[in-house]
Antibody, heavy 118, light 110 residues
Framework: EVQLVESGGAEVQRGGSLRLSCAAS????????MHWVRQVPGKGLQWVAL????????WHDDSVKGRLLISRDNRRDALYLQMSSLRGDDGALYYC???????????WGRGTLVTVSP | QSVLTQPPSASGTPGQRVTISCSGN????????VNWYQQFPGVAPKLYIY???QRPSGVPDRFSASKSGTSASLAIDGLQSEDEAHYYC???????????FGGGTKLTVL
């Protein structure tokens, strides 16, 4: 069974840092592009970042470039999102997702909540 | 403002056919395929259509999708109460050099 389990969400002060993790199982992790997608409760989906299966190529949305950094460890079947200089509009539910392409998300985790306080 | 434009809401009665549109341009839908996601409140989204018109296993064949030019659409035949959810389209945008979602459509079954 495919499982993606996010962790690391917390309440953090504006300007602070946080590291999200996503533990993957049930599929060949290194063969999948991995994604972070966020959603403010009650709002739409926003793509945050993605990283190729071998970790050599990554994309970040302009709104997070230089502040949020996606990475992966294929030995541990783990995905990460290092978050720094957090802003109020970074507060959201962050989903980890696995895809067979750069914009096809086949599997999703349940999400981890990041709250940014003033 | 989303790059892909969806109507914020759609509705129908049980048994009806409902369609949800997704409008883009030649930077995205015009030259890239479209995927659709279904999301229930409080639950993670689920891939419902990939590569314009392909259904993953487990998705009812009441759901179909198509793409024409710079627009795509999701159709639901024989609408059922359990279809009430948000639906999001997604594609790749060559100008932004990144993936994009539509703003989402809330489907209500009356």
């Amino acid at each position: 069974e495919v499982q993606l389990v996010e962790s690391g969400g917390a309440e953090v002060q504006r300007g602070g840092s946080l590291r999200l993790s996503c533990a993957a199982s049930g599929f060949k992790f290194a063969d999948h592009t991995m994604h972070w997608v966020r959603q403010v409760p009650g709002k739409g989906l926003q793509w945050v970042a993605l990283i190729s299966g071998d970790g050599r190529h990554a994309w970040h949305d302009d709104s997070v470039k230089g502040r949020l950094l996606i990475s992966r460890d294929n030995r541990r079947d783990a995905l990460y999102l290092q978050m720094s200089s957090l802003r109020g509009d970074d507060g959201a539910l962050y989903y980890c997702a696995a895809g067979s392409s750069w914009y096809q998300l086949d599997y999703w985790g349940r999400g981890t909540l990041v709250t940014v306080s003033p | 403002q989303s790059v892909l434009t969806q109507p914020p809401s759609a509705s129908g009665t049980p048994g009806q056919r409902v369609t949800i549109s997704c409008s883009g341009n030649n930077s995205n839908i015009g030259f890239n395929s479209v995927n659709w996601y279904q999301q229930f409140p409080g639950v993670a989204p689920k891939l419902y259509i990939y590569t314009n018109d392909q259904r993953p296993s487990g998705v009812p064949d009441r759901f179909s999708a198509s793409k024409s030019g710079t627009s795509a659409s999701l159709a639901i035949d024989g609408l059922q109460s359990e279809d009430e959810a948000h639906y999001y389209c997604a594609s790749w945008d060559d100008s932004l050099n990144g993936p994009v979602f539509g703003g989402g459509t809330k489907l209500t079954v009356l």
